[in-house]
């Protein structure tokens, strides 16, 4: 867990890769025609679009903007069409529709793909998946490939849960990586690199003044949504364990105005399910029932019992085994209403699942994948940017 004392305000004057690149004038894309890859999240310091300080550069010919998840403005949650950007007039080519990736035609013209997206450190958050198929097509069309690197919001030290089947990757699940990976765009991409040896000519443009025990709170940035239900570092945080729920048939909060903060079904008695978890004692965290009406998302319109889920104690949580106790609790008390053979969508490893659906404790699942967390460990620290 965190080494980070509870209630740290030192604030970093953290500088993102486009800060940095802007600063250095645009050095790496100088000459360069490119296409970027970026959503709403794509902001310098100030508040500017990474597009329009691209397409502002002298010397910088940016020719096309691919979106993933999402859309280019972060405000989607379907598939996307490709389209034209009204603030540059460029094509905007959607990673998130037919295609996953950019194809041949999209990238004639190109030299250079600039990634620019954030993050937050959660591997079936599919921004890493979009770049990791953009590196890949950089390699195979000879283009390079920048990343323009920033903070992982839920800092850089923990890594927890299992990781993904080799044989079972997808979209939401691109590379046998933990579910809190702790690295930044820039370390994925070098760790992407080296272990698919997808040979890409990549640069990473580094953050300045993040250090790895940084959550984003330290760092003095503007939180920006990165997607339209990731609405706060406390739902970024919980995401690792309840988001892991939200294949199944209970709601995780989406149509709410608590998106990962709540969880519940109209079937769920929201004080048992409490009570249940609160005597677990749970490190960092405590449960309060609630009952709530999602209006969109798993059983909008109804009714649902369930309950809020409260970080008393940040350096003390653990997102990841926190949503193995619930889900563990839910296959307990709810048996036959509750689809648990979906919860392996998400978590995508099959000996985790088996012993989970085989009545194995929380505990004793963190235990059985804690060597492969430790490999994990070992296997990103080349790939690590920061300290």
Known sequence: MSSVPEGNNRLNPVACGIDVLQRDSFAPLRGRSVGLITNHTGLNRKGMATADLLRAAPEVRLRALFGPEHGIRGALDTKISDSKDKATGLPVYSLYGERTRPTAAQLAGLDTLVFDIQDIGTRFYTYISTLGLCLEAAAEHSLRFVVLDRPNPLGGLDVEGPLADPDQLSFTAYHPIPIRHGLTVGEMARLFQAEKRIGADLHVVPVEGWRRADFWDATNLTWVNPSPNMRSLTGALLYPGIGLLETTNVSVGRGT??????????????????????????????????????????????????????????????????????????????????????????????????????????????????????????RRRPHLLYS
Request: hydrophobic share 45%.
């Open 257 to 378: 105005d608590t998106p990962f903060e709540i969880i519940g079904a109209p079937w769920l008695d929201g004080r048992l399910l409490a009570a249940e978890l609160n005597a677990r004692d749970l490190p960092g965290v405590r449960f309060v029932p609630v009952r709530f009406t999602p209006k969109s998302s798993v059983h909008a319109g109804s009714v649902c019992g369930g309950i809020n889920v409260i970080i008393t104690a940040r350096h003390r949580f653990v997102p990841v085994y926190t949503g193995m106790v619930v889900a563990e609790t839910l296959l307990r008390l709810y048996p036959q209403a509750w689809e648990a053979d979906r919860f392996h969508r998400l978590l995508v490893n099959a000996e985790a699942f088996a012993a989970f659906r085989a009545g194995a404790t929380a505990e004793t699942l963190t235990r059985s994948w804690q060597k492969q967390v430790e490999a994990f460990r070992r």
